[in-house]
């Protein structure tokens, strides 16, 4: 599926998209995945359908500030270590990977797993975008256990959590993370192929893949963000999807703590007459317009250049961008109220429940 | 061996002086251990030399900073946690059980552990003292491994750490008891026989009983405190020991920092003639006249009772204590160059190299 260099940077351009301006700079994640599959091989992506129900399949990311990310990539050994220990501690064989967030980098490191083991992915993974606690995932949602979390870092240190429930682990790992460089390899959520094929949201590597390609091709268009929300709402999951805001990127503030990068970032319409106050935790949370909620998570929050529609992540927004910020639907698992439990608006301290994006009715420039 | 409540007393009051101001309050250690054995029965005690070779040894302590130690204890469930997650981590059954430190808490803390299990301590330690730090025992010195190194709290969370070394074992361990709320239950260093019996200070369990045996009997005599002194002299370890300076508590200074105690202490001569400060991080790391040192780390530093020769934990001094402080040698293994490189002077920020106390010239009232 993802076989060529123009593959994979459709594909981490997707998925850049997909992260809702976090999930780190998948820039990177593109570069490892494109050395790894020239020195291994393309890795086999295949559909959870032909997994069986008792198949192991163990998700591959990094844990961490999207900031430090930037600077500390992975070098190949931590993924082995990283795959090895987890299967020590589950005691047996495992069968495939995924990825366990569709969104910036941890798309891109597991097809770097994939080509250095040979195992196959699995087309899907556990949240449809990126979230920045590991217990925001469909996986949580509906039960699944989150141990062993298995965590390692670049000099060989492994750490497990088996805690008591995700969230404990979430801070577990957050803990850890500061002795690790502030940011690690981290799997979690070893599923049965029973667990992924009811639990995980499908298909979303083919949907980055082909939103990445529509991007793409559609700078060839008049209007590079109207053929991106074309695309988008030709999906299943993503539709319907909607310009928020056309404008220059006015203000950004932006700090790093607690292992996570926080802010707010204002883009105001170039007549001036109207702006919208973006919140982010490493990936987009709010967009509001006056103060009133235009969108929140966990409907996907994107910021794309105005011109070429590239994403544009939380950690590269700079003052005078011109950009366009646009709002996305996301997969049914998603919607409901197990789920908004878990990575609805109040989760992240926002003082709303979940507006479905579709439903407000601000006045948009 | 500790088969009365008198036996426990007597144990857990020479632990406490062991202890060296640190390892955390004895007495909660002894109410625990008095429960267990009130409950299981005592634990049998044997010697290293009637160990296997190859037989599994573990340790069981408590970590964290002893003015929590104070208010949280351990529940025996977490002690049972504890050695189950190591058993199934090592993939082996567990033969005995070890002290990992003589002083204080954790001196006790294996009496509950083998009277829940039946299975048999032995009486050695790893420090023949209390230190702060997991990497201050003879098995890292002399190259025993640490890992693995599990972790566990009152409400199940489990930790397994695989560190580089020690220290990096100890930085991990100190990150995740933030999460633990300041204390929790550990084990490390998982030994052969035929480790135990090159590196462990072997004894000191007896050691412990008989220091607190003399001290509840020299009470009986004109001065406990000599009393506790020819004691501490009669011994292969701690000879020579001596009185470093008797008088009143008149400065107390203290702060609960990064998981440990930290503080300075000065013991006025009645007279008001001389002064000993103290440091401690936890245990008391040095005795200064007048800036001079008179005794460091790793010999053994306490302060007792000026009239019961009662030992007192740094976290109980106060303001107004009659007190004598006295300094020990400590068993030949941990006097080695290799020793001090571990938990000598300088690994606790001092500026000075090892001063056997015995060999420090400085005028004592």
Redesign the interface.
């Known amino acids: 599926m993802i076989n060529t260099k123009q593959d994979l940077q459709d594909y981490a351009r997707g998925a850049a998209l997909l992260g809702a301006g976090g999930g780190g700079d998948p820039y990177i994640g593109r570069l490892l995945a494109e050395q790894a599959i020239d020195a291994y091989g393309a890795p086999t992506v295949i559909q959870a359908e032909a997994l069986d129900d008792d198949a192991c399949i163990i998700s591959v990311a990094m844990i961490g500030a999207p900031t430090v990310l930037m600077e500390k990539a992975c070098s190949g050994d931590d993924l082995d270590h990283l795959l090895e220990?987890m299967a020590r501690h589950l005691g047996k064989k495992v069968d495939a990977l995924m990825p366990i967030e569709i969104g910036g980098v941890n798309s891109c490191l597991p097809l770097v797993a994939a080509a250095r083991t040979g195992l196959p992915l699995v087309d899907c993974d556990g949240m449809g975008r990126a979230f920045p606690c590991l217990e925001m995932v469909t996986f949580n949602v509906y039960g699944c256990d989150v141990f062993p979390t298995v965590m390692v870092d670049e000099?060989?240190?492994?750490?497990?959590?088996?805690?008591?429930d995700a969230p404990?682990t979430e801070?577990?790992a957050r803990?850890?993370i500061?002795?690790m460089g502030l940011s690690a390899m981290i799997s979690c959520y070893p599923l049965s192929g029973k667990q992924l094929k009811r639990w995980a949201v499908t298909g979303t590597m083919t949907l980055a893949l082909e939103l990445g390609r529509a991007i793409r091709l559609g700078r060839q268009s008049d209007n590079p963000v109207q053929s991106l929300l074309d695309a988008l709402n030709s999906t299943h999951y993503y539709s319907p999807a909607r310009l928020l805001q056309e404008g220059k990127v006015v203000d950004v503030e932006r700090v790093t703590r607690d292992g996570f990068s926080f802010g707010t970032c204002r883009v105001e319409s170039q007549t001036g007459y109207s702006a919208i106050d973006l919140s982010f935790q490493n990936e987009f949370l709010s967009a509001t317009n006056d103060g009133g909620y235009v969108a929140t998570v966990p409907d996907i929050i994107a910021v794309v250049d105005k011109d070429t529609a590239e994403p544009i992540t939380a950690e590269t927004l700079r003052y005078g961008q011109r950009v366009s910020v646009i709002a996305t639907n996301i997969p049914p698992l998603m919607r409901t109220p197990e789920a908004l439990a878990v990575f609805g608006p109040r989760c992240f301290g926002l003082n709303t429940g979940y507006q479905p994006h579709e439903r407000t009715t601000d006045q948009l420039e």
């Open positions: 220990a000099h060989g240190n492994e750490i497990v959590i088996r805690a008591t404990k801070k577990f803990s850890v500061g002795e």
